[in-house]
Protein backbone atom coordinates (compact mmCIF):
# COMPACT_ATOMS: atom_id res chain seq x y z
CA UNK A 1 0.00 0.00 0.00
CA UNK A 2 1.33 3.28 -0.83
CA UNK A 3 2.05 5.96 1.95
CA UNK A 4 0.08 8.86 1.88
CA UNK A 5 1.73 11.77 1.23
CA UNK A 6 -0.56 14.40 0.42
CA UNK A 7 -0.79 17.11 2.59
CA UNK A 8 -4.53 18.95 2.37
CA UNK A 9 -4.20 22.61 2.51
CA UNK A 10 -7.14 25.86 2.42
CA UNK A 11 -6.28 28.82 1.66
CA UNK A 12 -7.45 31.30 4.22
CA UNK A 13 -9.81 33.93 2.31
CA UNK A 14 -8.38 36.69 5.09
CA UNK A 15 -9.16 40.10 5.09
CA UNK A 16 -6.28 42.34 5.23
CA UNK A 17 -7.88 45.45 4.65
CA UNK A 18 -8.50 45.25 8.93
CA UNK A 19 -5.30 45.80 11.14
CA UNK A 20 -5.87 43.93 14.65
CA UNK A 21 -5.30 46.22 17.50
CA UNK A 22 -4.32 43.51 19.66
CA UNK A 23 -2.11 40.05 19.57
CA UNK A 24 -5.25 37.80 20.12
CA UNK A 25 -6.75 38.32 16.68
CA UNK A 26 -8.50 36.58 14.68
CA UNK A 27 -6.30 35.22 11.71
CA UNK A 28 -9.51 35.29 8.96
CA UNK A 29 -11.54 38.61 9.79
CA UNK A 30 -8.30 40.11 11.81
CA UNK A 31 -11.07 40.83 14.64
CA UNK A 32 -10.14 40.88 18.42
CA UNK A 33 -10.83 37.91 20.30
CA UNK A 34 -12.55 37.88 23.63
CA UNK A 35 -9.69 37.08 26.38
CA UNK A 36 -12.28 35.03 28.77
CA UNK A 37 -13.58 32.59 25.31
CA UNK A 38 -11.59 30.07 23.93
CA UNK A 39 -11.61 30.07 19.81
CA UNK A 40 -9.84 27.81 17.83
CA UNK A 41 -5.88 27.40 15.91
CA UNK A 42 -5.08 27.02 12.82
CA UNK A 43 -1.71 26.13 11.15
CA UNK A 44 -0.51 28.59 8.46
CA UNK A 45 1.89 28.18 5.99
CA UNK A 46 3.65 31.37 4.54
CA UNK A 47 1.21 31.39 1.85
CA UNK A 48 -1.94 32.11 4.08
CA UNK A 49 -2.29 28.43 3.59
CA UNK A 50 -4.26 26.13 6.26
CA UNK A 51 -2.51 22.55 6.82
CA UNK A 52 -5.23 19.98 8.16
CA UNK A 53 -4.13 18.98 11.52
CA UNK A 54 -3.63 15.23 10.89
CA UNK A 55 -1.34 16.25 8.08
CA UNK A 56 0.77 17.52 10.12
CA UNK A 57 2.47 14.84 10.36
CA UNK A 58 4.37 14.69 7.36
CA UNK A 59 4.43 18.47 6.58
CA UNK A 60 7.49 19.85 5.99
CA UNK A 61 7.42 22.57 8.27
CA UNK A 62 8.87 26.21 6.71
CA UNK A 63 10.66 28.50 9.05
CA UNK A 64 8.93 31.19 6.57
CA UNK A 65 5.12 29.32 8.13
CA UNK A 66 3.41 31.19 10.12
CA UNK A 67 2.87 28.92 12.32
CA UNK A 68 0.19 28.41 14.48
CA UNK A 69 -2.43 31.16 14.71
CA UNK A 70 -5.27 32.15 16.73
CA UNK A 71 -8.96 31.96 14.69
CA UNK A 72 -12.48 33.12 15.45
CA UNK A 73 -15.20 30.94 16.40
CA UNK A 74 -16.91 32.06 13.18
CA UNK A 75 -14.50 31.71 10.90
CA UNK A 76 -13.45 28.33 11.80
CA UNK A 77 -16.89 27.69 10.94
CA UNK A 78 -16.79 28.95 7.61
CA UNK A 79 -12.62 27.64 6.85
CA UNK A 80 -14.22 24.29 8.66
CA UNK A 81 -13.96 22.92 11.65
CA UNK A 82 -11.95 20.21 10.62
CA UNK A 83 -9.14 22.46 9.83
CA UNK A 84 -8.52 23.53 13.16
CA UNK A 85 -8.20 22.56 16.44
CA UNK A 86 -9.31 24.12 20.18
CA UNK A 87 -7.19 27.21 21.56
CA UNK A 88 -6.16 24.46 24.29
CA UNK A 89 -5.40 21.29 23.73
CA UNK A 90 -7.87 19.22 25.97
ZN1 LIG B 1 -12.50 35.87 12.43
Known sequence: MAKR???RKEFIDYDARRKPRT???CV?????LDSGKPV?????TRD???VH????????????DFGW???GNDCA???????TLPEISP
Do not use: F, N
Open 5 to 7: TTV
Open 23 to 25: KRS
Open 28 to 32: RCQKD
Open 40 to 44: RRVYV
Open 48 to 50: MEA
Open 53 to 64: PDDLGHYLRSEC
Open 69 to 71: LLI
Open 77 to 83: CILGMEW
